[in-house]
């Protein structure tokens, strides 16, 4: 099923006020830049395990089942250090997505392309459908997008919190 932009914004809008209505999004009295850091450090060790991986299982099955779930695990990472550094918790997926387009628009995340991602997961982990070559090649682009906006993001913002709190 497609929608228009508006359609999305307005689900968008939907999901969050959902999500704040329902206590799922936990306001911290603090920004927790040690998960931050510690999420972003595991982050960028498995994006340096991926760039070593040969993909032949997937070439040859043309199933990119597991591969998207290493990239989205990586995305998720760094998605909660970046709801870490605004002092959010949330262990629901969609929320912290909606929270990331609401209160983060410098980072550009999309709406429909993190919903996406996570729906493949979905299907996959909780229906057994495997993601074909053509979704991840379709996806790929965008997780690179996201995790390379969202690392740089996460460091440059740890680093000015920290100054911050040795002033």
């Known amino acids: 099923m497609y929608y228009s932009v508006g359609q ?3 689900i968008l ?3 969050y006020e959902s999500c704040k209505r329902n206590g799922l999004l936990i306001r911290k009295d603090k920004a927790d830049t040690e998960l931050a850091r510690s999420l972003l450090e595991t982050a960028s060790s498995g994006m340096e395990r ?3 991986w040969n993909f032949d299982f997937e ?3 043309k199933n990119y089942s597991f591969i998207l779930a290493d990239y989205y695990e990586i995305l998720r990472m760094l998605i909660d250090a970046c709801l870490c ?5 949330t262990s629901n997926h969609q929320c912290a997505n909606a929270y ?3 209160h983060q628009p410098e980072l550009k995340p999309n709406w429909a392309v ?5 729906l493949l997961r979905n299907a996959m982990n909780y229906r057994g ?9 379709k996806l790929k682009p965008e997780f690179d997008r996201c995790i390379a906006l969202f690392t740089r993001h996460i460091s440059k913002n740890i680093n000015k919190q920290e100054s911050n709190s040795i002033h």
């Open 85 to 89: 550094l605004n002092k959010i918790s």
């Open 8 to 10: 999305m914004k307005s």
């Open 50 to 52: 991926l760039k070593g």
């Open 100 to 102: 990331l387009c609401i």
């Open 59 to 61: 070439r040859k099955t």
């Open 114 to 118: 993190l919903e996406k991602m996570r």
């Open 13 to 15: 809008t939907d999901v």
């Open 129 to 137: 459908e495997a993601v074909s070559q053509e979704e991840w090649f």
